[in-house]
């Protein structure tokens, strides 16, 4: 019985992850609320609050669901080879931002007004939001003390990596129109671009 219980919780939790993400596309998330959520679901506003304390809340567990799909892939890199693991990183990346664009683009278009509301949970270095970024900062230190890449500041490096996968990641998911060349050609060209970088230009 508390099986059933726990999942019927979970599914719960995931409907009411869906419905805001659903409301966010047609909306800003000043624009969310509780209350709307709950009207869209049939639910009581005081049921919602019962398993999440403010819509800031319900936006941490959309970034959490977004980057757990992401650490849970980044559980099959290849550790034992340095560059091909990065490689794969930087792809595991791409790909699920480009997999669930809603919840990518809502994540960092909302992210000021999340931060204001509550600065404590928003990107906080428990988060898996955070886990994910450790995954390419540790990689590129990892590669500096192999000699693989050039020895500099690792933070900075994975800081200017991660910019520049933001970057593309934001424009094929905000810009479908523009006449973009083949998507796995561009995203292949990319990474070689960025290893090339950490590896001091060399291919």
């Known amino acids: 019985m508390t099986q059933r219980r726990e999942l019927e919780k979970e599914k719960l939790k995931t409907k009411i992850l869906d419905t805001a993400c659903k409301l966010l596309r047609k909306g800003s998330y000043e624009q969310l609320s509780i209350r709307k959520i709950a009207k869209k679901i049939d639910y009581s506003p005081t049921m919602l609050y019962t398993y999440f304390k403010s819509k800031a809340d319900i936006m941490y567990h959309i970034v959490e669901r977004l980057f757990g799909r992401m650490m849970d892939r980044f559980k099959t890199l290849d ?14 990346y791409i790909e699920t931002a480009l ?5 990518y683009r809502l994540v960092f278009s909302s992210s000021e007004s999340i931060s204001k509301e509550d600065p404590c949970d928003y990107l906080n270095q428990d988060s898996l939001n955070f886990a994910a970024f450790q995954v ?3 990689a590129i230190q990892s590669g500096m ?3 693989i890449y050039v020895k500099a500041d690792a933070m900075l490096a994975a800081q200017s990596a991660w910019a520049s996968l933001h970057g593309l990641c934001i424009l094929l998911i905000q810009n479908p ?3 973009w060349k083949d998507r796995e050609e561009l995203i292949a060209r990319h ?4 290893v090339a970088g950490l590896k001091g ?3």
């Open 79 to 92: 550790l034992t080879d340095v560059d091909k693991s990065m490689r794969q990183g930087l792809r595991i």
């Open 99 to 103: 997999e669930y664009p809603d919840e």
């Open 136 to 138: 390419l900062q540790s």
């Open 145 to 147: 003390d192999a000699d």
């Open 177 to 179: 129109l523009f006449p």
């Open 191 to 194: 990474i070689d671009i960025l």
């Open 201 to 203: 230009g060399q291919k």
